[in-house]
């Protein structure tokens, strides 16, 4: 196991993934614009076993950095992959001069918003109807970073 930096080669796993995971998924095109031409983006990728297990996503500007994506494949669920991806993302900021992240989640994603707590984010304002594929409200999601943590 091991995370890495994504690149070109990935996008057809993840964009596998995102078709699996989620009902409004990324396109290839919107990962390969995040890869190639967003100054601000930076993609992770967790690969067990030689497969994409998981990966996420983040927009570094400044002293911020938004998680645009996450996602494990269900087959790995459960394993601590999220976790680690976060985990990854977290040490990066920290490491960057990043002093906030934020991220927005499904309210009704109990798994997602209990991890993300146990990783320090809290709730910090709902976004009514974040959602485009059934309007479902978002929970803005910080977490203050400490320096080279």
Known sequence: MSIRMMDIDDIEDVV?????????????KDFLYELLENQYAYY???????????????????????????GVDQTYQRQGIGKALMNEVISFASQNGCEVMSLEVRISNEKAIALYENLGFCKEARRKN???DNHEDAYLMVKRLEEGK
């Open 130 to 132: 974040y959602y485009q």
């Open 44 to 70: 992770f990728v967790y690969e067990k076993d030689h497969v994409v297990a998981g990966y996420i996503g983040i927009w570094k500007m400044y002293e911020q950095v938004q998680i645009t994506t996450v």
């Open 16 to 28: 596998m993934l995102e078709e699996q995971l989620f009902t409004s998924s990324w396109t290839a």
